[in-house]
């Protein structure tokens, strides 16, 4: 039942930034974690960057040092700062939030992604 909007992406070139924006307008279960996947052509759908309702984050390799996640508990938003993009950086992005109402028992709710294109 969480509804999630996003914002913020586009075609930037190599070298440059970009700040994705994702907002619930729906409560949040208190277990939780927020966070982004992309998914490029012709490839599965990988985590990016997740930060829980505690503060601790994860990166996926590949974005670490260039990409920072970020969250604001009273507007229910999660943030992606994106810098030094490269090609490979270009995916549909999806933001995420996980919900643990049930030990073990995660459930997702989706955004409807957002593309981010870089340009050689």
């Known amino acids: 039942q969480v509804q999630l909007v996003e914002s913020g992406g586009g075609l930037v070139q190599a070298g440059g930034s970009l700040r994705l924006s994702c907002a619930a307008s729906?409560?949040?279960?208190?277990?939780?974690?927020m966070g982004w996947y992309r998914q490029a052509p012709g490839k599965q759908r990988d985590l990016v960057a997740a930060i829980t309702n505690g503060g601790s984050t994860n990166y996926a390799d590949s974005v670490k040092g260039r990409f920072t996640i970020s969250r604001d508990n009273a507007k229910n938003t999660v943030y992606l700062q994106m810098n030094s993009l490269k090609p490979e950086d270009t995916a549909v992005y999806y933001c995420?939030?996980?919900?643990?109402?049930?030990?073990?028992?995660?459930?997702?709710?989706w955004g409807q992604g957002t593309q981010v294109t870089v340009s050689s």
């Open positions: 729906g409560k949040i279960f208190s277990a939780n974690a």
């Open positions: 995420n939030v996980k919900e643990w109402r049930i030990l073990g028992v995660p459930v997702d709710s």
